[in-house]
Nanobody
Framework: QLQASGGGLVQAGGFLRLSCAAS????????MGWFRQAPGLEREFVAA????????YYAESVKGRFTMSPDNAKNTVYLQMNSLKPEDTAVYYC???????????????????WGQGTQVTVSS
């Protein structure tokens, strides 16, 4: 079970830190991902840490501004979001799956486990 939190309303240029707490199995063997979905749009990839390589991947639109990091002791992953823009406004979801690899981390359909989503709103 995944529990996402940390969303809110922030002005452009501000920052937020999202958290995704996993209960049950330790997530060290799972690829963890962050996705977002704005109204009327499809769910899109934001960031992921793959279990096979330990590498972190980012969408081009957030590279250099967002940082995803794990805390294995707390079974939690974070998404630090800096220099936020109005176009970052969306519901953010965390996801996990132990079958997702470095070839499929960006595909939401590959993840079986999803958090409930947390709203991020960036005002201009």
């Amino acid at each position: 079970q995944l529990q996402a939190s940390g969303g809110g309303l922030v002005q452009a240029g501000g920052f937020l830190r999202l958290s995704c707490a996993a209960s049950g199995r330790p997530f060290g063997t799972y690829t963890m991902g962050w996705f977002r979905q704005a109204p009327g749009l499809e769910r899109e990839f934001v960031a992921a840490i793959t279990s096979t390589t330990g590498r972190t991947y980012y969408a081009e639109s957030v590279k250099g501004r967002f940082t995803m990091s794990p805390d294995n002791a707390k079974n939690t992953v974070y998404l630090q979001m800096n220099s936020l823009k109005p176009e970052d406004t969306a519901v953010y979801y965390c996801a996990a799956d132990n079958r997702v690899t470095s070839l499929s981390y960006y595909r939401p359909g590959r993840y079986n486990y999803w958090g409930q989503g947390t709203q991020v709103t960036v005002s201009s």
